[in-house]
Structures are given as C-alpha cells and as structure tokens.
C-alpha cells in the first residue's frame, strides 16, 4: 500500500515562497500519478497540481503560472514549488496518490498566507 509523508508547510507573509515535499513509501513514483490537493476552511478539497509517470504535469487555474509540481525519482519524492504566494492560497494541503485505481492520501501540511 502507497503511504504518503507531506513536509515543508508553514507561515508566509504574501509574495513569498514555499516548498512542499511528500515522501512516498510502497511503489516507485515513476509508476504512480501524483498530485497536490488543498482544502481551506469551508470549501471543497480541489486539485492544485498533477504530475504522471511520463511525465505530464497539470495545475489549478488559480496556481498556473506561481506553482510548479515535480519528482524526483531518487528519492521517491514529489514536490510542490509554490510562488508569489497569495492569502487565498491558505489551505491545508495534501498529497494524493492513484495507482491501478487506488487512492492514497497523506496527513496533509497547512500553509498559511497572511500579512
């Protein structure tokens, strides 16, 4: 079973930067779609970033241009770069796996944005 490991959240001031990490135990990324969620307070759990075995990436219309997904398979690590950080983007965010159908989530990191 994939287990997922989030690290790298925390508090930003506007304008700033962060970058989060999942570790994934259990298969190799290269196998596995990877990708980046966010829940904020009262709202829906939505996709901010995909990345395949391929690979091929896809974003949120609210993070293209400020967030960058990627892996490295060495480490059997995905990361989320994550730019020009704005308070809307305070939310806790969680690593999602697919693999043959199945779903696996990590704990999940909140990353707060705030003057």
């Known amino acids: 079973q994939v287990q997922l490991v989030e690290s790298g959240g925390g508090f930003v001031r506007p304008g700033g930067s962060l970058r989060l990490s999942c570790l994934v135990s259990?298969?190799?990324?290269?196998?596995?779609?990877m990708g980046w969620y966010r829940q904020a307070p009262g709202k829906q759990r939505e996709l901010v970033a995909s990345?395949?075995?391929?690979?091929?990436?896809n974003y949120g219309d609210s993070v293209k241009g400020r967030f960058t997904i990627s892996r490295d398979n060495a480490k059997n690590t995905v990361y989320l770069q994550m730019n020009s950080l704005k308070p809307e983007d305070t939310a806790v965010y969680y690593c999602?796996?697919?693999?043959?159908?199945?779903?696996?989530w990590g704990q999940g990191t909140q990353v707060t944005v705030s003057s």
């Open positions: 990345i395949t075995g391929v690979p091929i990436t």
């Open positions: 259990g298969s190799s990324i290269r196998f596995i779609t």
């Open positions: 999602h796996s697919l693999q043959w159908g199945l779903a696996s």
